[in-house]
Every structure is written in structure tokens, then in C-alpha cells.
């Protein structure tokens, strides 16, 4: 029996058809575009996905939800053009049933809907990285500046001096 507390939360279901090295879901609240991958997301909303379970569901909570979520995953072995992406937000009432841009990850959201229409094409032509290969090509950062273009969202305060990936965050993979 579900109360009506859990009506409104989102429910991503997930199936891994292919092996990932790393998966991982952001509820997106603020913005640091001087980042890449997930940092670019700043401080965000970090539930736990275990890389190694083919099914998994995931239940967001419906208070307060972030304004965007993102699920990244990188698959083994690495290859830019199987790294799966999907950008949603939460929507009481519709769902959806696809791929997350790669036919390996599997995705069935539940009171959410799928972003789309974002990619290179959305980070403006004076944005400092542009010409940067590692930030262009990063989906993450695309994803980022549509929000920034679409969404009323805030910048994340600014990372203190030396901080990189040495925290225990999912490690950066660039395009090669």
C-alpha cells in the first residue's frame, strides 16, 4: 500500500545491459561551469547506484526535489560513444520508457519525464571551455549549460584551492 506521501516521488528503474565502470545519479540544485563531468553539478543530490546489480530501483524523494536529475554511466570497457546519459525532472503523474542515449542502459521513470533537445549545440559560442575538447564533448557540461539557458538555477559556490578528484567522487574520463 502506498501512501500519498509516495505518489508524487520519483521512481527510476534501471537495467544495465551492458557492464559499467562507474553509474551515477545528480540531483541537480546549483551550477559550477568552470567543471566538468560531475562537478559540474556542483554540491548535488547523490543517491547510492550499485554498478554491479543489472536491476536496480531507485525512489527520490518528492519534497523539495532539485530541478533537474541526471544519470551518468561509463561502460567497461570505456568507450566515449557507449557512456550512457539521461537528463529528467520530476513530473507527478507521466512516465517514460527508454534508453539513456545508449541501448545498454535501460530507464523507466515514474513520476518524472526525460529533458532532451540539449548537446553541444547548447553551450553558447563565447562560453569560456568552449574550445576545450574535454568540456565541448562533455555531456555533462552540455546538459549544464542548457539548464543555465532553460532553468532558473543557481551557480554553486566556488571549489577551494587544490580540490580535485582526490575526494572520493567518480573519477573524470575525457573523450580521447
Not at 50 to 67: M, V
Request: aromatic fraction near 10%; hydrophobic fraction near 40%.
Amino acid at each position: 500500500m502506498h501512501s500519498k506521501a509516495d505518489s508524487g516521488r520519483v521512481r527510476i528503474d534501471i537495467e544495465a545491459r551492458a557492464s559499467y565502470r562507474i553509474m551515477w545519479l545528480a540531483g541537480i540544485r546549483e551550477l559550477d561551469l568552470t567543471q566538468h563531468c560531475l562537478k559540474t553539478f556542483g554540491e548535488a543530490d547523490r543517491p547510492h547506484i550499485n554498478t554491479h546489480q543489472r536491476r536496480q530501483t531507485l525512489h527520490l524523494p518528492a519534497a523539495n526535489p532539485p530541478i533537474a536529475w541526471y544519470l551518468c554511466a561509463l561502460p567497461i570497457p570505456w568507450d566515449w560513444s557507449r557512456n550512457a546519459h539521461l537528463a529528467f525532472e520530476h513530473a507527478p503523474g507521466e512516465t517514460w520508457e527508454g534508453n539513456a542515449l545508449v541501448p545498454g542502459l535501460g530507464v523507466r521513470l515514474a513520476n518524472a519525464r526525460p529533458i532532451l533537445g540539449w548537446g553541444e549545440h547548447s553551450i553558447p559560442l563565447d562560453a569560456s571551455g568552449r574550445t576545450s575538447r574535454l568540456y565541448r564533448t562533455c555531456r555533462n557540461w552540455q546538459f549544464a549549460w542548457w539548464l543555465r539557458r532553460n532553468r532558473d538555477i543557481p551557480d554553486a559556490p566556488p571549489l577551494p584551492e587544490g580540490d580535485g578528484d582526490e575526494n572520493g567522487g567518480p573519477e573524470q574520463l575525457m573523450f580521447a
